[in-house]
């Protein structure tokens, strides 16, 4: 049996995306013969929490801690504004939120985290001079949890896994940080040199995993994905035509053309605007209330501001349509937001908006489980909400998607599980 060290920032009782794919990798690691220690914060403050996730950490296994000191509770203390913003920045900042953000960009990098690096290096560096651990695992974000397995790499020559949840510096925020040119160059540096000492890359995506192999000639792609059985045992389903997007609806996924589309059709057909219902449930950013207001979608909209991962299953499978935005940014191609998987899992017709060339487009067209619509493309979306009423309307809405098991989050636990193996044989 192997012994991996998983070094994450996010775990129980953090909720939101985050937190789920190591917690379900260690979750089903001892069925692929590998021990799982994990080594996360002691005295966290995660904007969500969802002690429902507890109930996944395998019994009896270690979890080291350690303090932190987070200048992101000064940021936010000092920056809190009456508007609510739903993302890592807000749009919209005062002056003194500009002066924030700029201190938070360019002296704290890779991000807020990194003053947890040096301590966690220094403790990390003693547990594993007394204890056998085979393999380090470091995910990010907050990358500075690379330069931790980083550090560990160089001082005790570790065997040492770098998994990306999402990119560095193509991140979507990246460009809307103010960050100073050397700022730039410090983040470049460090995401190369992380990506050039890890033994093995892993990353979400495809089109994540072809720019890092420029620096790491190993670099493997394991999706996240679903945990739940899938089962063909029928669920009553919403008796309105309810369209429900699940988790943060930020700025940059604010999808103007889908609000202009519902507008039309709700004045154009009375019946429609009588069945229609929009369900948005996790923080929806202002910008996304104020358009649903401007094209006066509100009677028509439920929001609900978060809720526990088993409550958000029923809301999947109950659903008509399943809404999937991809936020609208320059590196949108290469992002695959984890929801599409328990998407997945649901088996409910998917419309999403998103690049018609991209990660999403390319496992929604795969699994058959739905619609892909361009940003732009709004004679399209109006056709694909038509034809998707019109089916409600006949009671026959379904969806007969396929290779849906090869996301399921034990397979893909395996997948990372062969990796380790190959690394420490």
């Given amino acids: 049996m192997k012994k991996a060290l998983v070094i994450t920032y996010y775990w129980p009782p953090a909720g939101g995306s985050g937190v789920q794919r190591w917690l379900k990798f260690v979750k089903y690691f001892r069925d692929f013969d590998i021990e799982p220690v994990v080594y996360t914060v002691e005295n ?43 993302g890592f920045l807000n749009p919209n900042p005062s002056l003194f939120g500009k002066i924030l953000q700029y201190i938070r960009a360019n002296y704290f990098i890779p991000d807020a985290r990194k003053l947890w690096v040096k301590p966690s290096t220094n403790y990390l560096k003693e547990y594993l001079k007394s204890n056998k651990i085979d393999i380090v695992i470091t995910t990010g974000p907050p990358h500075s949890m690379h330069l931790i397995g980083l550090n560990l790499k160089k001082e005790l020559n570790i065997n040492w896994i770098a998994d990306f949840r999402d990119p560095w510096t193509e991140i979507d925020y990246f460009q809307q940080l103010p960050l100073t040119k050397r700022a730039i160059e410090k983040h470049q540096s460090l995401e190369n040199e992380v990506l ?22 190993n670099v493997v792609t394991v999706t996240n994905g679903f945990d739940e059985v899938i089962t063909d045992s029928i669920v009553e389903l919403d008796s309105k035509f309810t369209v429900t997007h699940i988790g943060l609806m930020n700025a940059d996924r604010n999808p103007k053309i889908l609000w202009e589309v519902l507008s039309e059709i709700i004045s154009e057909n009375i019946e429609f605007a009588a069945d229609f219902e929009l369900k948005l449930i996790g923080k929806a950013d202002a910008s996304v209330i104020d358009d649903i207001s401007k094209y006066q979608l509100s009677k028509n909209v439920h929001v609900i501001d978060y809720v526990t991962h088993d409550k958000v299953v029923e809301f999947q499978k109950k659903t008509q349509v399943l809404l999937l935005i991809v936020n609208n940014v320059a ?38 489980s739905g619609t892909v619509i361009d940003f732009k493309d709004k004679i399209v979306l109006k056709k694909a909400i038509l034809e998707l009423y019109a089916k409600f309307k ?32």
Avoid: C
Wanted: glycine share 6%; aromatic share 8%; charged share 25%.
């Fill in 44 to 86: 966290p403050n995660y904007p969500i929490i969802d002690g429902s996730l507890n109930k996944d950490i395998p019994e009896s296994i270690e979890i080291l801690t350690q303090p932190i000191w987070e200048p992101n509770n000064l940021f936010a203390f000092f920056g809190k504004k009456k508007t609510e913003s739903a």
């Fill in 196 to 217: 050039k000492n890890a033994d093995a890359v892993l990353v979400v995506g495809k089109t994540m995993g072809e720019k890092f192999k420029e620096f790491n000639n």
């Fill in 331 to 368: 590196s949108a191609k290469g992002i695959i937001t984890g929801k599409i998987f328990e998407y997945l899992m649901a088996k409910r017709p998917i419309l999403a908006i998103a690049p018609i060339n991209g990660d999403v487009s390319e496992i929604i067209n795969e699994t058959n």
């Fill in 394 to 425: 006949l009671g026959n809405l379904t969806v007969e998607s396929k290779n849906i098991t090869q996301f399921h989050r034990k397979e893909l636990t395996k997948r990372v599980s062969e990796l380790i193996y190959k690394i420490t044989e």
